[in-house]
């Protein structure tokens, strides 16, 4: 069994910063890509920014320059973080990665989402 449990979201004004965290964790052998979605509300999810094992990194252009995706093997842990936000950034954001379990199976995971609200 396999989690992936996000953290980091929460109000903050317009222009502030936020840091996301995802930690991958259980019976794992491997995390290859890591990605960040996004939905707000009434709108299809959508892909952030994504980091492969090897630190090969893309972004959504809107959120180029303003996130920063990076990741820790060591902990199987993803962050996102976010500075100029915009009010237009307000949705849940979940985190994604393809595991390679120790049942040598590699499956596809979501985490359970966390808000990330931006207003004044």
């Known amino acids: 069994q396999v989690q992936l449990v996000e953290s980091g979201g929460g109000l903050v004004q317009p222009g502030g910063s936020l840091r996301l965290s995802c930690a991958a964790s259980g019976s794992i052998a491997a995390v290859y890509t890591m990605v960040w979605y996004r939905q707000a509300p009434g709108k299809q999810r959508r892909l952030v920014a994504s980091?492969?094992?090897?630190?090969?990194?893309d972004s959504a252009d809107s959120v180029k320059g303003r996130f920063a995706i990076s990741r820790d093997n060591a902990k199987n842990t993803v962050y996102l973080q976010m500075s100029s936000l915009k009010p237009e950034d307000t949705a849940v954001y979940y985190c994604n990665a393809d595991v390679r379990t120790m049942q040598q199976i590699v499956i596809n995971y979501w985490g359970q989402g966390t808000q990330v609200t931006v207003s004044s």
């Open positions: 980091i492969t094992s090897d630190n090969i990194i």
